[in-house]
């Protein structure tokens, strides 16, 4: 089934109002010595994928905040880092052939629903906040069972070689989750 039809199923009226809120809500509050320290931890990591400081640290800072952002069940950062990395490997301006744009590979009516413009999709903070809100939402739709929200993330639910992809990459960002989260992804079921 092509991508595009399988996306429809995120076209849920419950995950709008989430992603609505998200972008709505665009303060990020954290903890200053963690983010230092987390900043310092990844950094040299992306330098190695992206060559521009100032686009590393504010994909690093809006993966932190959306992350961490209040009031919402954190995620782990290590998995954001690894689902980008996946999905456009940290290239802001990839396309899919589905049609999803940018580092998380957001689908297009998201913006059009929340009336905003396509093009906000390639821009960094917007595409994070859509992205991890998505992301969140199939978690606590899947009771935090990984592998299921990224396949529902993918809109391939049932399907299990995307969201090993991912969770293998996850392996690959061990780190990026050393300050509140776990130090491996869960074990499979």
Same mark, same amino acid.
């Given at each position: ?127 994070? *906040? ?28 049932? *399907? *299990? ?29």
């Amino acid at each position: 089934m092509p991508r595009a039809t399988r996306a429809d199923g995120q076209r849920d009226p419950q995950l709008q109002s989430v992603v609505a809120k998200a972008i709505a809500e665009a303060q990020c509050f954290t903890d200053q010595y963690d983010s230092a320290v987390w900043y310092t931890l990844m950094e040299p990591r992306l330098r190695r994928i992206i060559k521009e400081k100032d686009e590393r640290l504010d994909i690093l800072r809006q993966v932190y905040c959306e992350t961490h952002r209040p009031g919402e069940a954190r995620l782990p950062p290590g998995l954001v880092m690894a689902l980008i990395d996946v999905e456009s490997r940290f290239d802001r301006w990839a396309v899919s052939p589905a049609g999803a744009v940018g580092l998380m590979q957001v689908m297009p009516f998201w913006p059009e629903r929340l009336g905003m413009r396509r093009y906000e999709l390639i821009h960094v903070a917007p595409n994070i *906040r859509m992205g991890c809100a998505i992301l969140r939402f199939y978690l606590g739709y899947e009771r935090n069972d990984v592998r299921k929200a990224l396949a529902r993330y993918n809109g391939s639910p049932g *399907r *299990r070689d995307y969201p090993d992809l991912i969770i293998s990459e996850w392996t690959r960002w061990r780190g990026a989750d050393d300050l509140g989260f776990p130090k491996t992804p869960p074990a499979p079921r």
